[in-house]
Structure formats: C-alpha cells, structure tokens
C-alpha cells in the first residue's frame, strides 16, 4: 500500500507528467510563463484545484448518479476555481489581474477533470488527494522551470530582482508564446533522452 | 439504492448545486471587504499612471495604503458633473474617505438616457493642473475602461492609462500592456469641432498631421474599435466641460496677457492661474 501511494504521489511528476508525458494543460503553460511570480501562481493555484477537487469526488464517488458524474464533477471544479479566484482577488490583487482569465481557465484544464475521471472516481480520498496534488505539482514544475527562463532571458530578473547585468540585452523572442513551446519542447526533448522507455519508434 | 434513477439525479444534482452556490456566496461575502479595498486602490493606481505621477508598474509594488495617500497628497479637488459641464456635487479627498464615481457601467447608461453625474479629479503637478476624466465602453469580450489626463485647460492630453476585464491577451489586451499605445496619446487634443467623432484610432496608421487620432494594434480590431467609441462617446459627454475649461483658459490669456504671450502665459504667470481657477469656481 504504502508502495503503491508512493507511485500515485511520484508518477505525475517525472515519468507520468501531465505536460510532458500527457502533453495537457498546454495553452496556460505558454500563457502564464512570462515571469516567474505569475507561474509559481499559478501553478500553486492548479496544486489546490487539482487536490481539492479530486479528494471531494472521490468522497462522493459513490453516491454520483453515473448518467450525471461529468456535471457534477465540473460543479466540484468550479466551484474550486472561482474559491481560489476570490481568494487571490482579496490577497494577491496585482497577480491575479496579471493571471487575468487564465485562472478562470482552470475548469477546463484538462489536467483537472482528466485525474477526477481516471483515478478520483475509483479510489479512496487519501490516495486521491496525492494524485490531485502530484498531478498539479507536475503540472506546476514544468511552468515553473519554463518561467525561470523566459523571465531570466526576456527581463533579465528572476521575480522581479535583476539578476544578469544592466548590459544584458533582453531577448524579446523569449517573452513570446512561440519561445514557451520551444522551451517545451526542450524539455520533452530532455525528458525523452533520460527516460528511454518514453521513445515512441 | 439505485443511484441511476431519475428522481435520484434530480436531487442530488439539485443538492450539490444548493451546496456550492452556498460555499461560493458565503466566500463571495467574507472576502468582499478585501476585494474592494483592493479594486478601489488600483482604481486611484490607474487615474495616478495616467497622469502620470507613476508608472503602473512602480504602483502596483506600493500597498494600498501608500496608494490612497499618494492621491490623497496630490489631488486637488474632485467633483462631478452633469451633462451641461456644470458643477453638481463634491467627492471627499481625505485619505480616510476618498469617496470616487467609479461605477463607470452605470455611468455609460446614464450618459445614454443624458442624465450622467461624471466625475473629474483635478491633480496638482509640479505647479500645473491636471484634469482626469475615465472612459468605459465595451471591447470584444468584456467592458474596457481607462483614464484620460488633460491639461490644466483640458486642451491637449497630458497622458492615459486603459484596462480591460477579458480582451484577448497578446492582442486585445495590448491596450493595456504596450506602453506605446498610451503613451500615443500624450500631446493629442480632442477635436472639438467634431463632438460625435471628437477621436480616432486608426487601423493602418493615424495621420501625421491629425491631432485627434492614433494607431491601431495590429490584431485588435474590435477592441481598438470598441475603445474608439467608448473615447467617442465619453469625450462627447465631457465636451461642455472641456470646452468651457478651453474657453476660459483662452479669455484668461488674453485678459491677462494681452493675447500676445500665448501658452507661455498659463505656465509662468502665476496671477494668471491663480485667476484662472477662480474664474472657473465661479462658472
């Protein structure tokens, strides 16, 4: 057992990893990277959603009418979004306008109802929970390792503290959505290369 | 039990929905406060970027305190307006109660049903008035809004600051992150020989040789087109006022002056401004 939650908690974050593995949650991996505050943001916003909201399906699993589960599992998640929403309105304002809709955009990311539908829905909270939470981590490294260069190439600052030179001329190309897939495919590249068994022939 | 039977669904659906509509209205309610404290300190941010006594940027690093006490230290008086540009009411500039007309939506109605109380905020810089007024109309997704600063005589565009609720980000929403955008707007004039079209933001380029326009962002078309009618619309609804302050500068010069010294006159002539403002408070 123990083994086993092991797996759930470190599966999503190397070798099961919903971006680079699953190639899900693309579209505000590109969109929130342009610096680093945003992306740790971000990504720690998904860790709640994604750990909430699978831990109170897998509490309701049972009693889910199956015709309905997909409405109600979409309940559980918006709910969990706008909470974190209003949450971040009241404490991190300045953040949240610079996530703009893209926190919003948490209920359709795929990431989120993927899990609820393939682990939630038949297993117990705990082990739900962890896979929630590690999904959302895995999620959340690789837009924090994207963030780290994008902020450090296109600004020269690592969350707002300059830290190249004045001299440094910063790469515009970097700040741009194309440079976060390139950055991406990097690391799948990278990701590819360590883990063999990844190679598709 | 059968949990696939209809009356089954029916309830619990109905159940969970009661649920989280609760939690969502009880957590919409405790955080309230906060979040309109928080709205209302970028609110003032925005007016202070557009008059330039900050960039937004260096804003957005200070609490809201700090906020509050930056406008209530360099606002000079704020008051608002009916649709004939004359003076109707008050709003409170002490950092404790900054009372602001930010309900632009209703506002926009109201400029519709012409029955609008439009709220102009006169900020001291470096000697000179500035006049800031907003504007609010709709973009391609959501409302769009901004704030417009003028001059002490309201006749040229000192400097402007816009926002948006859902426009596209890399294209719409570059009216509010391009920094070239606003910074167009700087030394613009509002056409007031054209009341209906007193402004222009044109795709392809604006001409040189017009005071009253500025580009368009590529890939913004809406928003850039919403943006130009919300300016329409609400330089349309101040045009009483801006002309009045325009009309007044100008007897003012000449009274003062004679005519000959022109615009040099409202900077250095301190007798002149002083006059001036008097004049105005009278009007």
Avoid at chain 1, 58 to 63: E, G
Avoid at chain 2, 141 to 152: D, H, L
Wanted: aromatic share 8%.
């Amino acid at each position: 057992m123990n083994e086993d939650l092991k797996k759930t908690l470190l599966n999503p974050i190397f070798k099961g990893n919903p971006i680079t593995v699953l190639v899900l949650g693309i579209c505000s991996s590109l969109a929130v990277t342009v610096q680093l505050k945003g992306a740790l943001v971000m990504a720690l916003s998904v860790i709640i959603v994604t750990g909430l909201s699978s831990l109170v399906v897998s509490l309701l699993r049972n009693s889910i009418p199956n015709r309905v589960r997909i409405i109600v599992q979409l309940v559980v998640v918006a709910m969990m979004v706008i909470l974190v929403d209003q949450v971040l309105k009241a404490y991190a304002y300045s953040i949240d306008k610079q996530l703009s809709v893209y926190i919003g955009l948490i209920i359709t990311n795929c990431i989120v109802m993927g899990r609820i539908e393939a682990f939630a829905l038949g297993n117990k909270p705990i082990p739900s929970l962890l896979d929630g939470l590690a999904n959302g981590a895995g999620y959340g490294m690789i837009l924090v390792i994207v963030a780290f260069f994008r902020e450090l190439l296109g600004s020269g600052t690592l969350l707002g503290f300059r830290v190249l030179p004045e001299s440094y001329v910063p790469n515009n190309l970097v700040i741009l959505p194309p440079m976060a897939l390139i950055l991406l495919g990097c690391i799948v590249w990278v990701q590819r290369a360590i883990q063999k068994d990844l190679q598709e022939k | 039990m059968n949990t696939n039977s209809n009356v089954y669904t029916i309830v619990y659906t109905t159940i969970i929905v009661v649920v989280a509509a609760a939690i969502l209205a009880i957590a919409a309610m405790a955080l309230k406060p906060k979040q309109d404290a928080n709205i209302k300190a970028e609110t003032i941010s925005q007016m202070l970027a557009a008059a330039g006594f900050s960039s937004k940027e260096d804003l957005a690093k200070l609490g809201n305190d700090q906020i509050l006490k930056m406008y209530s230290d360099n606002v000079k008086t704020a008051f608002l307006i009916d649709a004939k540009g004359d003076k109707i009411g008050e709003l409170e500039t002490e950092v404790s109660n900054i009372e602001l007309q930010d309900n632009l939506k209703q506002e926009n109605k109201n400029i519709a049903a012409g029955d609008p109380q439009l709220p102009v905020y006169v900020f001291k810089k470096d000697g000179a008035e500035i006049n800031v007024i907003p504007i609010y109309g709709a973009g391609l997704w959501g409302p769009i809004w901004g704030y417009i600063a003028f001059n002490a005589s309201c006749t040229e565009i000192v400097g402007a600051y816009f926002d948006h609720e859902s426009e596209t980000p890399g294209l719409g929403a570059k009216i509010k992150d391009e920094a070239w955008f606003r910074e167009q707007f700087k030394g613009e004039t509002v056409n007031f020989s054209k009341p209906d079209d007193s402004f222009d933001i044109v795709k392809g380029g604006a001409p040189k040789d017009d005071k009253s326009a500025v580009d368009a962002i590529t890939g913004a078309t809406m928003t850039c087109n919403g943006l130009d009618a919300a300016l329409d619309t609400w330089f349309k609804a101040y045009m009483p006022f801006l002309q009045k302050k325009a009309g007044a500068a100008q007897v003012e010069t000449e009274d003062c002056c004679g005519g000959d010294c022109g615009s040099e006159c409202e900077g250095e002539g301190k007798d002149c401004n002083h006059e001036h403002n008097h004049n105005h408070q009278e009007g």
